[in-house]
């Protein structure tokens, strides 16, 4: 049997957590939620997954790759956020009576996938509602579900809604279990903290189990971590790899701290979560929160602020790490260089008819500014005013010449969708980390200006995943079209 999983979600209902972490790869007591999802199908026997993703698709390649960890066979298709599965399935092109099972990835449920297909294998005619803990499971059958399959549409349905307005036959399953739809700060505090006292049924936390001065509850501890004498404290909870806390930390109650994590001399941890990579600084109470490196939030209330006192919360990258992190996008290869050069050199040869063809397309404004932002560093640039997008780029070669930009990657001369101030730092900290930014890429050659956010994250990630040659040959297409298109243009305004 094959399944399709569904990781497409935007995550705005977990503001400011999005900004770090898509709902599929959230930490739930350091496990991405979407391994829980795949342990639960390789349980079931399941080979071949179909994974739909959005804008996500790099993370999540980085974070799960092509299955083999669980002995799933992995594909990855690009859809719209949260793009309703009616427009999806049928671009997968499935054999409509094969049965084949639907599920989201991006929600934290107990183990009953197996469940689920037996019984909907027993009655292959009709659809299947499957509901775990009173709520919708996420779960569908095709092909009785395909005239359904709505229902798995972000956010999902309330289940006693649904069969208000079915009509047909139609059955409803009760699971077994535990369900959380992470579609709140405070839910998704909730089942970080029922996983972390073992009470989500079928699942439980990786690491080695430490007992503490709780006599029902201890610590799952993760490897190369030092911390004190947990047997001491009264708490219990989750702790990630690679992560120190002092001997001289006191915890309380319900404790989550992620991997990479410092967490320093004399501090008061209770009842919250340290998220991967953050540093709680000396002498400091936390208490009813999530850090997340330089924010504290605050689940209850969804609010939330940053701290910009490295001495009290802040990213505990190594400074390694932060080279690595803010060199992306501009490690650039000799052979790009020296591409780049001979390129530019012979644009210097061609300037001469680039004047006088930038001149013919605008007297006044041969040459334009452009400001590209790379690494949150601005450098201004020029380009030729002229028709063909490859050839007025050519003065910006020297960015690849001096080692910015790598010659061919997603574009840097867009800045990514703005809500305020604290998205746009966080969006634009994500980009740099996660794409190899480029001259010349499908946005940068791309004829149309009125392309969404959206719809470059999407041809962005679709380029990413092609080879070196089929990259060159899908912008050598683009700047083909953009100038048949300009001389279609010309030639009905004449």
């Not at 599929?24 to 342990?39: C, G, M, R």
């Not at 002092?246 to 991997?259: C, F, H, K, T, W």
């Not at 390129?343 to 013919?360: N, R, T, W």
């Amino acid at each position: 049997m094959q399944a399709i999983i569904f990781a497409n979600r935007n995550g705005n209902e977990l503001m400011p957590l999005n900004q770090f972490y898509c709902p599929a790869l959230l930490p739930v007591s350091n496990k991405n939620v979407i391994e829980y999802t795949l342990e639960d199908l390789a349980n079931t026997g399941v080979k071949q997954v179909k994974l739909i993703v959005s804008s996500q698709i790099h993370e999540l390649k980085a974070a799960i790759g092509n299955g083999e960890r669980w002995g799933l066979e992995i594909d990855y298709f690009l859809s719209r956020d949260q793009e309703d599965a009616s427009k999806v399935i049928p671009r997968l092109q499935l054999d409509k009576t094969q049965s084949i099972l639907l599920a989201r990835a991006d929600m934290l449920r107990s183990p009953c996938i197996k469940s689920f297909v037996r019984f909907s294998e027993q009655m292959p005619n009709s659809f299947v509602i499957a509901k775990i803990n009173n709520q919708n499971a996420g779960l569908l059958m095709l092909p009785a579900a395909r005239a359904h399959t709505e229902t798995l549409n972000w956010p999902l349905a309330n289940t006693e809604n649904l069969i208000e307005q079915l009509e047909g036959d139609y059955v409803t399953q009760v699971l077994h279990g535990d369900c959380f739809m992470l579609d709140s700060l405070s839910d998704y505090m909730q089942a970080n903290q029922s996983m972390a006292m073992a009470k989500v049924i079928g699942s439980a936390p990786k690491g080695r189990y430490i007992s503490s001065a709780t006599a029902a509850n201890g610590f799952y501890v993760g490897v190369k971590t030092k911390t004190g004498q947990l047997r001491t404290q009264n708490a219990w909870g989750v702790i990630g790899d690679n992560s120190q806390i002092d001997e001289s930390v006191n915890m309380q109650q319900n404790v989550i701290v992620g991997n990479s994590c410092l967490i320093d001399k004399k501090c008061t941890l209770n009842n919250c979560i340290i998220l991967d990579g953050s540093y709680v600084g000396q002498d400091l109470n936390v208490s009813n929160a999530i850090v997340c490196q330089s924010l504290l939030i605050t689940p209850d209330s969804g609010g939330y602020i940053e701290i910009n006192d490295q001495c009290l919360i802040a990213s505990n990258q190594s400074h390694e790490n932060s080279i690595a992190i803010n060199d992306k996008g501009s490690n650039v290869s000799v052979f790009e260089r020296l591409t780049a050069s001979l390129l530019f050199s012979a644009s210097l040869m061609l300037s001469p008819i680039l004047i006088v063809s930038a001149i013919f397309s605008s007297s006044h404004k041969p040459l334009f500014h452009q400001q590209v932002t790379i690494n949150n560093q601005k450098f201004n640039t020029w380009r030729w005013n002229v028709g063909s997008l490859f050839l007025s780029r050519l003065p910006q070669l020297i960015l690849v010449i001096t080692g910015k930009l790598n010659l061919v990657g997603c574009s840097p001369f867009n800045k990514p969708y703005q809500n305020d101030e604290t998205t746009e730092k966080y969006s634009e900290q994500n980009l740099t980390a996660n794409k190899e930014l480029g001259l010349y890429g499908p946005i940068q050659l791309h004829s149309n200006n009125d392309i969404t956010h959206e719809e470059q994250m999407l041809i962005e990630a679709e380029f990413a995943q092609l080879k070196t040659k089929a990259k060159l040959l899908k912008l050598f297409k683009l700047s083909q079209s953009h100038n048949r298109n300009k001389a279609h243009s010309k030639a009905t305004l004449g």
